[in-house]
């Protein structure tokens, strides 16, 4: 018989195995749960599919789904999946069955519930986004070294938004930092060139699946 915990519900938009894109895990075998729904609307947002619709699942069903995928990565994302209150209980129950697990989060929602052994990996929304008002800076105090912070960079006015916000939190004593270029908008070299110029110690983090297929995983 299941648990009450796990008969709790969310509202998932896809369960799939493809190989991360982002954080220091790219490349792995990883299995993706997407949730449904996000209050955040970023311009350069590629899973705008995900704010709508999806499947409504127990916890229970999402983790036979994921066991029938085989892999020892999981990495729960959106939309933004801290939106439906059930998904710190999901993180936890994927941690009990001995996943290694990270969570893609907009950095807009209170991270400080989610159980300790995730990776959480934070955006910080920058000015070319449209919703750096969104940013809950909380979040920065509740970071530990196994976070990752990520910054997605429109052109150069965010990026020196983001080293201004590198400096003043001093985000790299903290945890891993990436600066990431919007695919297709920003060039990764001119980024690179600026990251070597600066010396500034962030990994420079392009989309590997969009390298490989040219979309979004899933689709």
Not at 155 to 164: I, N, R, S
């Amino acid at each position: 018989m299941s648990s009450p915990i796990l008969t709790a519900t969310l509202r998932v938009t896809e369960i799939f195995l493809s190989l991360q894109g982002e954080s220091s895990r790219v490349g792995l075998p990883t299995v993706f749960v997407r949730l449904t729904g996000c209050p955040l609307r970023c311009g350069y947002c590629d899973t705008e599919y995900a704010f709508t619709g999806g499947e409504t699942m127990t916890l229970d069903a999402i983790l036979n789904r994921v066991a029938d995928l085989h892999a020892h990565y999981v990495c729960v994302t959106g939309g933004e999946p801290l939106a439906q209150k059930n998904c710190t209980d999901l993180l936890a129950a994927l941690c009990d069955a001995g996943y290694s697990v990270s969570l893609e989060t907009s950095g807009a929602l209170d991270i400080s519930a989610v159980d300790a052994r995730v990776s959480r990996i934070v955006d910080v929304k920058t000015p070319g986004s449209g919703e750096v008002e969104k940013n809950r800076w909380a979040n920065i105090a509740a970071l530990s070294p196994g976070d990752e912070v990520k910054f997605v960079l429109c052109d150069a006015t965010d990026y020196q938004w983001a080293k201004q916000v590198l400096a003043e939190h001093h985000l790299t004593e903290k945890c891993p930092v990436l600066f990431s270029p919007v695919h297709g908008q920003l060039e990764p070299g001119q980024l690179a060139d600026w990251i070597l110029r600066d010396q500034l110690p962030v990994r420079l983090q392009v989309q590997l699946h969009k390298i490989l297929w040219g979309v979004t995983p899933g689709r």
